[in-house]
């Protein structure tokens, strides 16, 4: 199977070892978004509900480099600091994906890279 990575500028670069998408045969795995600006690769100010509105737009662009949308998405993985940002969180999650419920799993975890409250990932068909 040939692998494809994907990348786009309208989402942060990656800050590690890793790409912002792999297309693997159907299948596009994400990897995780915090909100970082895709210009200033500096963490957006503000709540909860703001770092993932900054989330939600960049893994909106990931996946239109790969040529798919929300529509496409199989299933998404929420990494959450504070579990309470949840109700916030799944606010604007929800409001991305309308009547399309992707599988989903929600972790609480100690901390997030750059001090991000959220982190999103999601697998995605072609």
Do not use: W
């Amino acid at each position: 199977m040939r692998l494809e990575t994907i990348s786009t500028d309208k989402a942060a670069a990656a800050i590690g070892p890793y790409s912002q998408a792999v297309r693997a045969g159907e299948l596009i795995f994400c990897s995780g978004q915090i909100a970082l600006d895709p210009v200033s690769g500096e963490l957006v100010p503000g709540d909860v509900k703001a770092q993932t509105e900054r989330v939600m737009e960049s893994i909106a662009a990931v996946l239109a480099a790969a040529g798919v949308g929300f529509d496409n998405v199989v299933k998404s993985t929420i990494f959450l600091v504070e579990m309470g940002d949840f109700a916030a969180v799944n606010e604007v999650y929800g409001s991305r994906f309308g009547d399309h419920k992707p599988a989903r799993s929600t972790v609480a975890v100690r901390s997030l890279p750059r001090g991000a409250l959220v982190e999103i990932e999601v697998v995605a068909k072609a």
